[in-house]
């Protein structure tokens, strides 16, 4: 299961923090990258901005330095995932997510189309599974006709690893089973991080949210902080809180 990249990925990563750059332009992106100190490790972006601004999100990943983590979270036939992980420009993208759900093929056509563009000098980016969405309350679980979300985490996560996925993304309540089951292996990569003072309201749709330090000590390996900076009407004072609560 586990490749040498994903030791290798950790050792490169000079803090556990990822940005998720949901924002209307890339005008805005830029801005906020510019306000946010220290740098994050990983920057992502999903959909939200690449449907503005995609044609200069492609040129910079084309030529920047920064680590990227494509979030499109893909859920299709093994043949169009598999096209559009060989269709990323440059080599920037380091992470990219799939569902878990799009089944055993579809995970092992990502996890081939990565290894291709490894071999090509492409740059390999890591392929993460998202098991459960962290939004769904036990409503939406029941009218997806899940029962026992954390066992449903535990089924799909084992699927997603044994077809070849180096990591997956998950809540941080899962943690502590995610680390029990598959040991330290693989990459974990955790939304819903809050402050300890964000109120239920704060936590904007993350019905699982946890603090940087929880979250960390719990095993994940990189945090997602979105709406709680991004939204901020100071971005780099919020930024700091989060690293601040990240360590002592
Ligand atoms: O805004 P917030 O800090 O809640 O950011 C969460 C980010 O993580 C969003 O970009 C969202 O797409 C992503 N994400 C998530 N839940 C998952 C997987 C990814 O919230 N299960």
Redesign the pocket.
Known sequence: MLTGLVSSFRKELSNPFCV?L?LPSWAEAVTLLSRIDPPPAVV?I?PMLYFRDGGQVGAWLLKTDLCVFL?FKWHDIPNTVSGSVDAIPGSSVRLLTVHAQGGKKMIGAARDAADTRGESGRGRPLVLA?TV???LDGVELGDLGIRDRREEVRRLGTLALESGADGL?M?PGDLEMARREWGQEPFIVT???RLPEATPLQN?D?VLAETPRKAIEKGADLL?????VVKSPDPGKAWKQFMEYSSG
């Open positions: 998720a949901d992502k999903g979030d998202v969405l962290t939004h993304v809540a939304p819903g991080i904007d993350q997602v902080i979105g709406r709680p």
